[in-house]
């Protein structure tokens, strides 16, 4: 059986570096010791909340289950204590939660947990696994970024960028454990396909190579985000989890590599199969991981800052086409584009002059890289949702300005339905 210190070679090296600049960040320290403060027991609250709602299951009630997590311990050398919570629910989902002590606590829904074949189970569940062996949990997110004392966030602005795109490789890194227990890309794919259209059945053909290359029609090169679930994650923009077609791809990178299939044991494959080295697997990651980084908030110049002054002008549309302007979807905005450059507009004049500007802005915009003009349509989305539901009003303004800047819709309907149904 593999130790976890070997398992932890195969770790994003986007995810490796970032978390270490992090740990090592002040903010981000007193951050977690403001957390560990207030939050003492909070892993204890948790689990209780799903003793009391959900089903915990055992070997005798679930073999399925404990087959799989036994399989999934030995691929990672994963020797922690393990409790697995069953939760009534129609959608596929699955979570993992880890408190200052106790056991790692997995999730499940009854509906994965009945449609998921046996090998996209130990997809699934290994990807829960590989946050806890990649030590994931150590900065708790979004709240880290979030917490604030007297003075403000603890965390600076661009740490917190920093952090987000953190979270969007670990994802890249617990996706390899999870192929590492299934042991077959197709089959990690097709969980993704489940989880992404709803369907529990192939009425349609898995074509793992369209779907991978679906993010081209965003970019030239692969760019988005998912939005983690929360209460009131303001930064949601950034996005704990990018896009699943992106995560196809480095799947199937990780799949072709020569590392993975000497640690599954496959060495003769047909020629070709296994024809990567890491190093060329980590480029091809980092390189569609790059434009999913909301460069365009940080840099300087002016056209940067023009798409910034853009983002404000078409965030506070969205936000008064349904209901006028609320304190929330500013905050939003300010956790975009910093207090100084979103700040509220006054009344129905100050509101009107804005979108005045919107519509001379739109069509100079229109002009700049594709990429940058889908990462505006993104972080719009957030805007949108940030009181937890999108109106129909909303929808239409976002597809009015998503037209203006010739970014396809499709942009619009994968954040939000992205949004809806995550991975974990």
């Not at 997590?69 to 994963?78: H, K, M, P």
């Not at 799949?255 to 697997?281: K, T, Y």
């Not at 002059?353 to 001379?360: M, P, R, W």
Request: some cysteine; charged content about 25%.
């Amino acid at each position: 059986m593999p130790t976890a210190a070997a398992t932890t070679t195969f770790q994003a090296r986007r995810d490796r570096e970032l978390r270490a600049e992090l740990a090592a960040d002040r903010g981000v320290q007193k951050a977690l010791a403001y957390f560990d403060k207030r939050a003492s027991g909070y892993g204890f609250r948790h689990r209780r909340a799903l003793l009391a709602e959900s089903i915990r299951l055992h070997r005798g009630m679930a073999p399925q289950v404990a087959e799989a997590i036994d399989d999934c311990r030995a691929a990672l050398g994963f020797d922690k204590p393990i409790e697995v919570y069953l939760q009534p629910s129609p959608v596929y989902n699955a979570f993992c939660s880890k408190g200052r002590a106790g056991p790692l606590v997995v999730g499940l829904t009854s509906r994965l947990l009945d449609e998921f074949t046996p090998g996209e189970l130990r997809f699934v569940l290994g990807h829960e696994l590989g946050h806890a062996l990649f030590e994931h949990y150590g900065i708790p997110m979004p709240i880290t970024a979030t917490i604030e004392d007297i003075g403000g966030t603890l965390v600076s602005r661009a740490v917190q960028l920093k952090m987000f795109v953190w979270c969007r490789a670990a994802e890249v890194s617990a996706d390899r454990a999870g192929l590492l227990c299934c042991q077959d890309p197709e089959v990690g794919a097709a969980a993704f396909f489940k989880m992404a259209s709803g369907l529990s059945k192939a009425q349609i053909k898995t074509d793992l190579d369209a779907f991978g290359r679906q993010i081209e029609s965003i970019a030239s090169t692969p760019s988005a985000t998912i939005e983690a679930p929360g209460d009131d994650d303001t930064l949601d923009c950034f996005s704990t989890h990018p896009y699943t077609p992106v995560r196809v791809r480095a799947l199937l990178a990780f799949g072709r590599s020569r590392e993975f299939h000497a640690a599954i044991g496959r060495s003769d494959g047909a020629a070709g199969a296994h024809d990567l080295g890491l190093d060329e697997v980590e480029a091809i990651v980092e390189r569609d991981l790059a434009l999913m980084e909301p460069s365009y908030l940080e840099e300087p110049g002016a056209d940067a800052e023009k798409m910034r002054r853009g983002l404000y002008c078409a965030g506070v549309a969205i936000a008064a086409s349904h209901g006028g302007v609320s304190d929330v979807e500013m905050s939003a905005l300010r956790a975009l584009l910093g207090a100084k450059q979103a700040q509220t507009p006054d009344a129905a004049d100050g509101v009107a002059k804005v979108l005045t500007e919107l519509d001379g802005l739109l069509a100079e915009l229109a002009t700049a890289p594709l990429a940058r003009r889908a990462q505006l349509v993104q972080h719009l989305t957030v805007i949108a949702g940030a009181d937890g539901h999108v109106a129909d009003e909303e929808y239409a303004e976002m597809a009015r300005i998503a037209e203006a800047l010739g970014v396809p819709q499709e942009v619009i309907d994968q954040t939000l339905h992205a949004a809806a149904a995550p991975m974990d």
